[in-house]
């Protein structure tokens, strides 16, 4: 086929490759995706107001599963707000489609929605076709909703593959349609997908006058051999279980990897080891040098420092309950040694942590989570839970209580976790409805007594 | 309220011939008269002061030149000035009344207070034949708002510049603001002179003084628009007291304090929350990790009621740089005994003092790697939430030198070497001599940066 349309071509004298595709064909595709390009839709409602988020989405299943950049949901919000999934169908007769949000795959920085309706849905199918440098890629993409999320289309050819935690592709300066868009070889074949990247908007909202993504195009795509798993094994509507090592992995310099004679040997090398975690648990300790996963050499990235990615990455594709087997250098001149992991669910995030939130005071708290212990360096069962919004000129920002404070007392009383505070607090308010409260929160290393005087 | 620190040259005050004999009242006014008399007496007893200061930055030590004032307080030549003026200080020059320049040597200086005493080189004040005044030292105690008041110093460099104004305020506090000059606190142990006598960069170190002639205060700090800010005299006499007594031909003088680890909250609005008696005890806010209170088991919300018997409040901001004050002149290593309210209960602790230490350790080049570190202490351990006091951080790198070359950044702490142990800054000087000794070609770094820990290893070539 493909050759075909270059004997044609050349007959026409330009097989120069001026075209991805002939006009004919690139017209055929343009009709054929936009049809499984659709808007997703949802409104953030919480403390911090309520706004509506609109991206592109692409349609992977014909029972109505749509893929869209991770980014559209970013993991700073709370889930819990997160309300009123939508799958809009451009076009004169747009059509609102109610949808329930499957959830993110931070695997693929990927997220994923269903429709709540039944009806035919034109599914688009990635394929594991491999890149070439200047090869012709096409892609379609939606203008924003003031532009009637008319798609559009663009042509480009590959510039380099790189290597890196997430491989990506790198195309010549005509770029991409904007972020989720999907990407087709010369062949029609779709291969990959725009992530979000610097200087793009996730957000089909906006001027269209300033659209980034025809002004100045995005130029980097994710072919899909990163993601078909994500697509083969999408979440089902809980967070995904993602395995953890619990150890932190940094990429050695040239200069470090030659002072353990590891010259040219991808390596990840071990620094934090998190107590109880798995890497612990399997007796990998701080300095260790990890150089194969199950017997294979790591895999190299671009740069020393996107090896250890590469590795995370992989190992956040397995399973938790998954054994895997690393091969590791402990002191300079030491022999190979193996450890074997029991991967384990890494902690959840802060954008999962239940939250309440104190109307009279302007103040939200949440659950306590991995991170908050760790960076400030309590012990890991600290209880207590954690500032995490402070609306403007509120009482609470008048006092000086901060996003970030960890709170271990709520008028002088041990703050156990959210469901004591948030109980312990509102029978407070029904018993002293204007009294002051005195709160202890950890901050920088150091506690604070900060009394909150609620509004008169 | 972020005051802008300012460099002050001061004028001293001249003593000699000052009106003792006068009957003067207690607060003279500044009339015509008053102000060329005190003049004419202080002029001769205040100094420009020019230094080099010693600054790490890139990679080095270096010399940062600088001008401020000064006031001459003995017939030693003893001069008094703000730390942040001649702290630190490798190179000294004073220039007098009568124009005249001589050296002088930092005789020590005290940070937390930002005051330093400078001697002129005697020698050559004798060899020139030059004449001085000291100036005479008053008292802070007694000074009253609204009451006239003079600045002299060298406001960019303008040497003996004469300002009048009034006191505007005699108990300023900055609380809950803490200050830092070039990293080192300061203003934590004082209140502050506030007046309206203009002063401007260059005017710090100078006498604030009153119409009787006598030295009340250290010019130091200007938040612009009149508002101006003087260090004590009374502070600065003990100071100056301690600097003396300490500082010794090989070393410099210095104030040491003792320190709890605990930090105080003004209890006022906490009372009815607290159950306590208005202007009874003050809220312990904080406790240093490892300090002394810390380990004697004394918590955040406590309530002291009184230290070594006697009572401790504090419902005002005002009240406390009081009370640290109380606390940094107790006698180091004695043992004190703190009366607490926890609840409803009334709880005693005793404890040993230890040393204040400051955040900033002591710092020094390593030319070789392009480098400049500081010891980790205690302090800067704890507000970095480091795991411990170990190590040393990276303060500047010298780029194209081997700490820049390896991405060591300041800020990066670094606690091993060649895979051996830095615990302070003589273990890492140690390191580095036996390297540079051997001749390393490459050199191990384990260094902790923010949360992450991580190695490095520096070329070096000889």
Redesign the interface.
């Known amino acids: 086929m493909r050759r075909m349309i270059c004997v044609v071509a050349m007959v026409l004298g330009m097989c120069g490759g001026v075209w991805a595709l002939p006009v004919g064909e690139a017209q055929k595709l343009y009709e054929r995706v936009q049809r499984s390009l659709v808007a997703v839709q949802y409104t953030m409602e919480g403390e911090y107001g309520r706004r509506e988020f609109t991206g592109l989405g692409v349609v992977v299943g014909e029972e109505g599963v749509v893929v869209t950049p991770l980014a559209l949901f970013p993991t700073g919000l709370p889930d819990e707000q997160m309300k009123a999934f939508k799958i809009i169908l451009p076009g004169d007769d747009e059509q609102e489609v109610a949808a329930a949000f499957l959830g993110r795959d931070e695997r693929s920085e990927l997220a994923f929605l269903k429709a709540k309706e039944k009806q035919k849905w034109v599914a688009i199918h990635f394929e594991d076709a491999a890149v070439k440098v200047a090869e012709s890629v096409v892609s379609v993409g939606l203008l924003p909703k003031e532009a009637g999320f008319k798609a559009f289309y663009a042509e480009a050819i590959v510039s380099a593959v790189l290597r890196g935690p997430i491989p990506q592709v790198l195309v010549s300066p005509g770029g991409l349609a904007g972020v989720g868009s999907p990407v087709f070889n010369a062949e029609g074949k779709a291969i990959g997908l725009v992530p979000f990247q610097a200087r793009q908007s996730i957000l089909l909202m906006g001027n269209p006058e300033d659209l980034q993504a025809v002004t100045a195009p995005p130029r980097l795509f994710v072919p899909a051999r990163d993601f078909l798993a994500s697509l083969a094994d999408p979440p089902t509507g809980k967070p995904l279980a993602i395995p953890w090592l619990g150890a ?1 992995l ?1 990429g ?2 040239k ?2 990897a ?2 353990y004679n590891l010259k040219g040997v991808p390596v990840a ?1 071990v ?2 080891v998190i107590p109880d975690a798995p890497a612990a648990k399997a007796g990998m300790r ?2 260790d040098k990890v150089i194969k996963l199950n017997g294979l050499g790591l895999e190299r990235g671009d740069e020393p420092a996107e090896t250890p990615q590469i590795l995370v990455r992989k190992l956040r594709r397995m399973k938790v309950g998954q054994v895997v087997k690393l091969t590791v250098l402990r002191g300079k001149g030491q022999p190979e040694s193996e450890v074997s992991v029991l991967l384990e669910e890494q902690p959840k995030g802060a954008n999962l942590a239940k939250r309440f939130y104190a109307d009279d005071l302007g103040v939200s708290v949440r659950e306590v989570v991995f991170a908050d212990t ?4 309590l012990p890991a069962n600290t209880k207590g839970v954690v500032v995490a919004y402070v609306r403007q000129a509120s009482a609470t920002a008048t006092a000086g209580l901060k996003i970030g404070d960890f709170v271990k ?1 709520l ?2 009383v041990p703050v156990e976790g959210l469901g004591e505070f948030k109980s312990q607090y509102l029978e407070f308010r029904k018993s002293s409805p204007k009294d ?1 409260v ?1 709160w ?1 929160v950890v901050r ?6 900060i ?1 909150v005087e609620p509004p008169q | 309220m972020n005051w802008r620190m300012w460099l002050w040259m001061a004028v001293g005050m001249g003593v000699g011939g000052c009106a003792k004999n006068t009957a003067v009242p207690p607060y003279p006014a500044a009339t015509p008269e008053a102000v060329t008399k005190v003049t004419e007496a202080v002029f001769p007893a205040v100094v420009r002061i020019d230094v080099k200061q010693e600054t790490f930055a890139e990679g080095k030590r270096k010399l940062l030149g600088g001008i401020g004032s000064g006031v001459i307080i003995d017939e030693q030549g003893h001069v008094l000035t703000n730390f942040h003026v001649a702290g630190r200080a490798a190179e000294i020059y004073v220039t007098l009344d009568n124009k005249e320049r001589v050296p002088g040597k930092l005789v020590g200086d005290d940070h937390w207070t930002d005051l330093a005493v400078v001697q002129m080189d005697m020698e050559a004040v004798k060899t020139k034949g030059i004449a001085f005044k000291h100036a005479d030292l008053g008292s802070s105690k007694s000074l009253l708002p609204g009451q006239d008041v003079m600045a002299i110093g060298t406001p960019f460099g303008f040497a003996r510049t004469l300002t009048l104004g009034v006191v505007s305020n005699t108990d300023r506090t900055f609380y809950p603001e803490r200050y830092r000059i070039n990293q080192y606190e300061t203003g934590d142990f004082a209140n502050w002179i506030q007046m309206d006598t203009p002063i401007n960069p260059g005017n710090s170190g100078g006498p604030l003084v009153d119409m009787s002639g006598k030295v009340v205060g250290i010019n130091t700090r200007a938040a612009g628009q009149s508002l101006n800010f003087a260090i004590p005299i009374d502070i600065a006499k003990e100071v100056v007291a301690k600097i003396l007594a300490t500082a010794t031909p090989g070393k410099k003088g210095c104030v040491e304090r003792s320190d709890l680890g605990m ?1 105080l ?1 003004p209890l006022q ?2 009372e009815q ?1 607290y159950n306590i008696d208005i202007n009874r005890g003050v ?1 312990i ?5 490892g300090s002394a209170a810390d380990k004697a088991g004394v918590h ?2 406590d309530i002291l009621l009184e230290l070594n018997g006697q009572a401790t409040n504090a419902r005002f901001p005002e009240e406390i740089a009081g009370l640290r004050k109380r606390i940094g002149d107790l006698a180091i290593g004695s043992e004190v005994t703190l009366n607490l309210k926890r ?1 409803k209960e009334v709880i005693t602790r005793t404890m040993k003092t230890e040393k204040l230490q400051s955040s900033v350790g002591e710092e020094r080049e390593f030319a070789a790697w392009g480098v400049t570190v500081r010891d980790v202490t205690r302090a800067y351990a ?4 480091l ?1 411990n006091e170990k190590g040393v951080v990276i303060t500047s790198v010298n780029p194209g030198y081997p700490a820049a070359k ?2 060591l950044a300041p800020g990066d702490v670094m606690t091993r070497i060649n895979e051996q142990a830095v615990d302070d800054l003589e273990a890492f000087a140690k390191l580095y001599e036996e390297s540079a000794k051997r001749k390393d070609d ?1 050199v ?1 770094v ?1 260094l902790v940066r923010q ?9 070096i070539s000889y």
Do not use: C, H, W
Request: glycine content about 10%.
């Open positions: 932190q940094t050695p310099s200069e470090v030659e002072y090398m620094g934090d701080q300095g760790y960076v400030k360096r007392e008028n002088s002051v005195v202890v920088e290393g150091g506690t604070q007594v009394k | 930090e909250k609005g906490f929350f809220l806010e904080n406790l240093d990790r955040p919300e609840g704890n507000a970095r939430q795991e390896a991405n490459a191990l384990d949360r992450t820990i991580q190695q490095a290893v520096m070329k």
